[in-house]
């Protein structure tokens, strides 16, 4: 059996997710990587990785390479696109598709002149809650969307480049926002969003404050028939990521999230009424529940990537283009323009 042969652009934390899924996809073999010169030689021996580079232009044009897998920061996607698509590779970009939505027409410009697959890597509408939604909304079991909320929050990202707006395009909006955001233009459909609101602000997050960047964000999106509220945080305070989707319908609703159980956080160490109600061996203080939420993460990267793998051999659209990608671009900027206008902004 011919494999698809894939490079990587970067080899950071995403690209380790990246990578376990590949190595449960029998049709593909990954043959290069390319990263800072710190980076690409450790990454590449972790994941027995044969080619290595440390110039994005060298990567492209190396021959035995199907597909380039995109998993740098924001600024350096347009060009790795661009680049990838003139070397007629395949293309994978990571989320955010690009810090704007000018710089991400561009990459989508870049891939259609030349014709090429390409696909945004928007791994949320894989969780098994998120297509079980879906299978919901176009069944009719809870009638007509109305109003859905996908709240997700954390204590903010490691990589120093998400603090500067420069390389990220912004704060949580850009880093989670564009993740509910995509979720809910595919739970509806893919039809196309009128206007937005936002408000943002820098409240909890220590380097957040510093640096000028959201650490807090609502967006409310206006469908044809349904509102769209997306919240997102980098100022939670406490471990993991937590997740929500609720949608009203007009006959019915539907509600759950990563964690579908009771869950308390407690500082509290001698709260018995706590381990009785949860049962947590050994735990006295912190999260009280039980099941691994990474366990839903990495099966959520597996089935993007067998389906965009499947979606490559059968010469098919994946359920994410770059097309896609520039569309939520285009409503974070409107987002980011209503936080300083105060005012609705059309999309």
Request: contains cysteine; charged residues 25%.
């Amino acid at each position: 059996m011919k494999k698809i042969k894939i490079g990587l652009a970067g080899g950071g934390t995403i690209h380790d997710f990246h990578m376990y899924a590949y190595n449960r996809i029998p049709e593909v073999e990954v043959v290069a990587v390319c990263a800072l010169p710190k980076d690409v030689k450790p990454f590449a021996e972790k994941w027995r990785i044969s080619k290595t580079f440390t110039e994005i232009e060298n990567l492209c044009k190396e021959p035995e390479i199907d597909v380039i897998d995109i998993g740098l920061p924001p600024f350096l996607h347009s060009k790795a696109v661009v680049l990838a698509a003139e070397e007629h590779k395949a293309v994978l970009c990571e989320k955010p598709l690009a810090r704007n939505a000018e710089e991400a027409g561009e990459m989508v410009s870049a891939v259609e002149k030349h014709g090429v697959f390409n696909a945004y890597l928007e791994n949320y509408s894989f969780f098994s809650w998120v297509e079980e939604a879906k299978r919901c909304l176009e069944n009719g079991a809870i009638g007509k969307p109305v109003w859905m909320r996908f709240y997700e929050g954390n204590s903010g990202p490691s990589s120093p480049w998400c603090f500067k707006p420069e390389l990220s395009g912004g704060g949580c909006l850009m880093d989670l926002g564009c993740h509910s955001i995509e979720a809910h233009r595919w739970l509806l459909g893919k039809k196309n969003p009128i206007q937005a609101f936002g408000w943002i602000d820098s409240l909890v997050n220590k380097q957040a404050i510093e640096t000028g960047v959201e650490d807090y964000c609502l967006a409310l999106v206006k469908y044809d028939e349904t509102m769209s509220q997306c919240e997102s945080s980098w100022g939670v305070i406490s471990p993991g990521n937590r997740v929500k989707l609720e949608i009203l319908g007009t006959e019915g609703t539907f509600s759950i999230g990563t964690c579908p159980r009771v869950e308390v956080f407690s500082t509290a160490s001698d709260a018995q009424i706590l381990k009785r109600l949860m049962d947590v061996p050994g735990v006295d203080k912190g999260w009280f529940f039980s099941g691994v939420v990474m366990a839903e993460y990495l099966q959520a990267m597996v089935s993007q990537m067998q389906h965009i793998v499947a979606s490559y051999l059968q010469d098919k659209a994946p359920r994410h283009e770059l097309k896609d990608g520039l569309i939520v671009n285009k409503i974070m900027d409107a987002v980011y323009k209503s936080a300083e206008s105060g005012k609705w902004e059309n999309i």
